[in-house]
């Protein structure tokens, strides 16, 4: 076995199934077995991987145990050569897993590679590839302060497209030897939900061995889906600094005190924050749709003014069209268009400020998220 690919399920049934039909593209030439560990989901998810995919591995937890134990569980059926983590709202391009295990087997020492994120709205996510947030790097970009002689809290001696060592990967993305995984005990169970990619990024480090990033390959992590921006995460991920804190930097009384202050001042200025924002998604008028099902087609027709585009790869001729026609949505068909081609639309035509809708083969729904911080939207096609 190739890879075991473990992934953390908790009610986002139709991302799920598009992160799993995404795998199965990018792993035709490869023996691939997904692991998925549902934290007592409350949709359809379990019953749709019983009855569409039945080679899935399936772990139902009676409760939502977190994401560092249910990674933990996962990891333990896994008999790959390696182990990919990976978050179910993302999206992975055909020939990924080929290029990222061609890399991962050539590195001897290495610890846990990572690739570059991208957001629903073809953004780069710059947490794809961070240095250790000690309480210095933490203090600078808690205050907005940047300096070159200190770490910096994302590893911009790299840049987005480039490759190389990098302290810490995103928990999205984790791709290690198993052995290696195992050899740290995994995940440390302490993080509910938060801070373990961290942890453990930072265990591999002090086991001698280099984490990756590999800024040539790009995945889309939705993110709105398992990191919703809501205070119920802001509890989470308070609780994961300072238990961060404490395991790893603790010093002396004092220090430790202004080190606890600082980060409550952290939590109330994001709660304050969290509390008047508001996310309001925009009206869908014009779309355009990439592809040739006339029943999506005329599912569209009935409730927007849609403009049926033909398949091309000239990106200039898409960007002409959206600016001529005042599009606000673009619909890529995965029946016609392979998801590494969708992923290179999301990053090309970021700049043009549209949203992004995807039809997975197979299925009758179309999908994506405009923000990172609110849940994604679903249209059921009938």
């Known amino acids: 076995m190739d890879i075991s690919v473990v992934i953390i ?38 019953a749709i991987l019983k009855e569409r995919y039945p080679n899935v591995i399936l772990i139902e937890n009676k409760e939502n145990v977190g994401f560092s134990k249910a990674n933990n569980q996962g990891s333990k059926l896994a008999k790959g050569e390696f ?9 992975i391009g055909e020939g990924t897993l080929d290029s990222i ?44 302060i940047s300096s070159k002689q200190t770490c910096k809290y ?15 990967a995103s928990g999205a993305f984790m791709f290690l030897r198993l052995n290696v995984f195992k050899e740290v005990k995994g995940f440390n169970e302490d ?34 889906e398992s990191t919703r921006k809501d205070t119920k995460y802001l509890n989470y991920f308070h609780d994961a600094m300072r238990i961060f804190y404490r395991k790893h930097f603790k010093f002396n009384k004092v220090y430790d005190f202004f080190m606890k202050l600082g980060i409550e001042f952290w939590y109330l200025l994001k709660y304050l924050k969290f509390r008047k924002e508001k996310t309001i998604s925009k009206p869908i008028r014009n779309l355009l749709y990439l592809g040739n ?28 069209v959206v600016k001529n026609k005042n599009i606000d949505t673009v619909v ?25 809708r995807i ?24």
Do not use: W
């Open 9 to 46: 399920n908790y009610n986002v049934q139709y991302f799920l199934e598009q992160c799993i039909l995404s795998i199965y593209e990018s792993s035709r030439n490869l023996t691939v077995e997904i692991i998925v560990v549902d934290n007592n989901s409350d949709d359809d998810s379990c």
């Open 83 to 91: 182990i990919l983590i990976l978050n179910p709202d993302t999206v």
């Open 101 to 144: 295990i061609s890399v991962a087997r050539k590195k001897q020492n290495l610890g846990v590679l990572g690739v570059k994120l991208i957001d629903g709205s073809g953004e780069f996510a710059p947490e794809s590839k961070r240095g250790i947030p000690t309480p210095s790097v933490s203090f600078n970009k808690l205050f907005g």
């Open 154 to 168: 994302y590893a911009t001696q790299l840049g987005e497209n480039e490759s190389g060592i990098m302290d810490v």
């Open 191 to 224: 993080y509910f939900m938060y801070g373990e990619d961290i942890d453990l990024s930072l265990k591999l480090l002090n086991k001698g061995y280099q984490n990756y990033y590999l800024g040539n390959t790009k995945i889309i992590h939705f993110k709105g």
């Open 293 to 320: 099902d006339e029943t999506i087609v005329n599912h569209l027709d009935k409730k927007y003014l849609v403009l049926k585009g033909k398949l091309i790869d000239d990106y200039l001729k898409i960007k002409t």
């Open 332 to 356: 890529f068909d995965n029946s016609e268009i392979s998801y590494k081609k969708i992923i290179e639309h999301f990053e090309v035509l970021k700049s043009e400020k549209v949203a992004f």
């Open 359 to 382: 039809h997975p083969k197979t299925t009758n729904y179309l999908i994506g998220s405009s923000s990172p911080n609110v849940r994604g939207q679903v249209e059921i096609i009938g």
